[in-house]
């Protein structure tokens, strides 16, 4: 089995640590932990991992946020992953911060990264983890808000909450969308 595990974020290091980098954190964190290394390839950084007879593909894609439907098209096509078994990973403001909710679809809401992946791949059924980065900001500062970097406190909780992300992006990989909604939705 294929999976394409697909964490949404802006390359450059005054992004590193802001709201929307979310994804690229998740996927940083679960190769820190299970040793596999980001290779910079075509449209993304790319790692693979081989776990309990999965081959899993990671991308960050380099295209920043809004393009990011280019570089998960060109890997599910690359890499033959259906849209069932791609998941994206991705920050949302409708969640308090630390808050992680798995769907097997959905709409954009308005996130531009999922708006470009739904017009390149034709469907917006495709899994998604969303991460919840809360939505304290003042009306019209969004932008602001996202790309700012989380606050200390925020960053003291990040370890669990990227732990918990892990955790839900590998038992997607093993026991499949429905099994890790029922064991992790909160």
């Given at each position: 089995?294929?999976?394409?595990?697909?964490?949404?974020?802006?390359?450059?290091?005054?992004?590193?640590f802001?709201?929307h980098?979310?994804?690229?954190?998740?996927?940083?964190?679960?190769?820190?932990?299970?040793?596999?290394?980001?290779?910079?390839?075509?449209?993304?950084?790319?790692?693979?991992?081989?776990?309990?007879?999965?081959?899993i593909?990671?991308?960050?894609?380099?295209?920043?946020?809004?393009?990011?439907?280019?570089?998960?098209?060109?890997?599910?096509?690359?890499?033959?992953?259906?849209?069932?078994?791609?998941?994206v990973?991705?920050?949302e403001?409708?969640?308090?911060?630390?808050?992680?909710?798995?769907?097997?679809?959905?709409?954009?809401?308005?996130?531009?990264?999922?708006?470009?992946?739904?017009?390149?791949?034709?469907?917006?059924?495709?899994?998604?983890?969303?991460?919840?980065?809360?939505?304290n900001f003042?009306?019209?500062?969004?932008?602001?808000?996202?790309?700012?970097?989380?606050?200390?406190?925020?960053m003291?909780?990040?370890?669990?909450?990227?732990?918990?992300?892990?955790d839900m992006?590998?038992?997607?990989?093993?026991?499949?969308?429905?099994?890790?909604?029922?064991?992790?939705?909160?």
């Open positions: 089995m294929k999976y394409l595990i697909a964490g949404l974020g802006n390359i450059g290091p005054e992004y590193a802001t709201r980098n979310a994804g690229f954190m998740v996927l940083d964190r679960l190769a820190a932990q299970h040793d596999f290394k980001f290779s910079f390839e075509k449209l993304a950084f790319v790692a693979e991992w081989k776990y309990k007879g999965r081959h593909y990671f991308i960050k894609p380099t295209t920043y946020m809004n393009l990011s439907g280019k570089a998960i098209r060109y890997y599910m096509d690359q890499y033959k992953v259906t849209a069932e078994n791609t998941l990973i991705v920050d403001l409708q969640l308090p911060f630390g808050a992680l909710r798995i769907k097997p679809k959905g709409s954009h809401g308005g996130h531009n990264g999922l708006k470009n992946i739904e017009e390149l791949l034709g469907t917006s059924e495709y899994p998604r983890l969303r991460f919840g980065i809360g939505n003042p009306r019209g500062r969004q932008v602001d808000y996202v790309l700012k970097p989380f606050s200390n406190e925020e003291t909780e990040l370890p669990i909450i990227l732990d918990k992300a892990g992006v590998t038992s997607f990989c093993t026991l499949g969308i429905q099994s890790t909604m029922n064991n992790y939705n909160q």
